[in-house]
């Protein structure tokens, strides 16, 4: 009964050292997803502001003929 109550705690410590990995890992991805999310949200703004030009562009050249 001991061995087998050393061995359950022996995988219960070798989790718990596994979980900071885990963890560090999950908060890299995260960390990663938010540089792609604030990426993605330049891109969005930067065409955003090109459509308003365009349609500048457009109004204008429709008043000037």
Known sequence: VSQSRYSLIDQITAMRG????EIRDIEDEVLGLQTRLEKRKAEVKELEQQIKQRKLELVSLHFST
């Open 18 to 21: 596994e979980l900071p990995l």
